[in-house]
């Protein structure tokens, strides 16, 4: 199966497939296996006993046409978890169940130079129901059983023309006016199934492409994937590179919402259309020294009011800019980074479709409307570090951030500092749930952030040692008063033992003083690591989170987060990893916006055979 490639100036050429860890860190409890758990993980793991052979993956050959090869390339991931206690936050409703799921995907490549054809089929199923109780009502089955085509794509690729048909990826420029991406293994996967032709030759690139959004965005109250919208997306980009100095580009992107749904559900979904149109400006080389990268794109949007009968609607439009730039300056050892960034109501999205009023007793809201998350249809540029932002809404956004860094190859040691700082307006979207539509008081002023920190790594021999840290303001701009102080510190090593073996630890403190709350939190992570080449990794988790109430009342809460991991590799074929224990409620931030997760306490178990 084909890597993933890094974007590209003009459009992401990727097969909508790829790996990454999972990443999520849980501890098994003494007892709390069920019978049904048991007959679950008992076939998975004979079936990796069968297929843990010592041996390379290579796609098989199936015979020769033409005087090329044509070979079929196979994955299979099967994935099995038991959630205790699952919580449904911020919906009154409580604790109801455990329950058990399985996910299977398979992936089929079959290549014929120069084309490829492939498949990825995705099953679900749930021996034990994920149910949803709100008190004194009758329990609601959340989990459905379902077996889909959840990507298929034909792929044409000769010298300087490609096309797609199908599923596919794509990026213009750095991301603000359309990006169709995965990030995080089952947490977000959305292409455009429809039509994508590309022609790169002599400097020029052209992309021309149009489909329908095809996600795979899990629900993070309910853990289950969501529907697919099936919005209208047409979009173009050029880019020329002139005299090997500099490339100049232009891009327009153009969506409408809720083509594929009927006229009554289409009334339950705010956003119209949206239109994108931008350039960019990039000097990949100055005198060896320097690089640099400009971005502009303009945002015009329509979107329907409704009332709470459903009666009337209209339209109302508003317009939004965003600005981004990159420059870095290169001496000997030395680097300095700048960027910039101005947003000003640039959000690309499907809002969310939870009815945020009540229908008359004559009418009911279609399937599928409940707990949906927010779909961003592209990936602008917050400059925050991921593990320290926090929930914000960045589509009005005004900042910076300058890094400076040292590279002594002499020495081992590398040094360096960051200072980043922004303005974030946000605001109540209402109705409409697009950003410029909400409202602001008059003379409204936002927040202002800043963050620095610094650290240094240092090497000796083949031990990795560092150590980080810093600390994050936020002040209201109105009040003058604080709203929260984030500070943090990360240290950490890692080398090898003797032979092949590995060792592996780090630490990550962090306490965030919500001062408007009166409320501060502590969070105490340690990972413990120890890999064998590849061939066998175990990993030990603890976190201790401090609650503490100001002033205090006596309800200070104090909580313990045990997990462990591993993971086995006896062949480039088949490998194994099983997890289990407890994670905190977090978020996940990328691409500007952050996701909730949600606590997880249980078992899981993933096998993933390439072959």
Known sequence: MPEARQPQPCAVNLPPHGNQADGKRARPRPGCLRPALIRLLLPLLLLFCICALPGEAHAFKITDAGGKPLTLDLENI???EWHNNHRFDGSGLIDSDDFAKINVRITADLHWDPLLLGLRLEGTGYPDALLRKAPGSQAETLSDNDLRAEKYY????????????????????RGLALSMRRSGDGELD??????KFE???EGTHLAVLGGLSNIINIDPVNQTPQSDPYDLILGMRAEQRLADLFSIGAHAVHARYGIAESAYRRSFIPEQETSVLGVSLEFPDIMEHASFYAEYDHMLRYARKLNQELSDSYSVSDSGDAVYASASFYAGDFTLTAEYKLYQDFIFRRGRTKLSYDLPDTQTAPDGLDFFEDIYYNNAPNLERPDIEFGRDYGNDHGCRLRAEYNSTGTGTVPYAVGYFTVN??????????????????????????HVYGGVTQYVRDWELFIDGGFRDETSRDTGDGIKRVMHLKSGFSGPLAARHVLGFESFIIRRDYMVLKQLEDDYDFTLSYDFTGWFALSFFYTLQFLDFVPSAGDDELKH???GEIATRFSDIVEFSIFGGQIRESYRCYGGFCRKVPPFEGVKGKLRIHY
């Open 190 to 195: 959305n292409t455009l199934r429809g039509v």
């Open 78 to 80: 099967t994935g099995v």
């Open 199 to 201: 022609y790169s030759s």
């Open 425 to 450: 307006k946000w605001q109540d979207q209402g109705a409409s749930s697009l950003g410029g539509f909400g409202t602001f008081e008059p003379g409204f002023k936002g927040d202002r952030i800043y």
């Open 154 to 173: 034909f792929v044409y690729s000769d010298g300087a023309f490609r096309l797609d048909l199908g599923d596919y990826y794509v990026t213009f420029g």
């Open 561 to 563: 987060f045990f997990a």
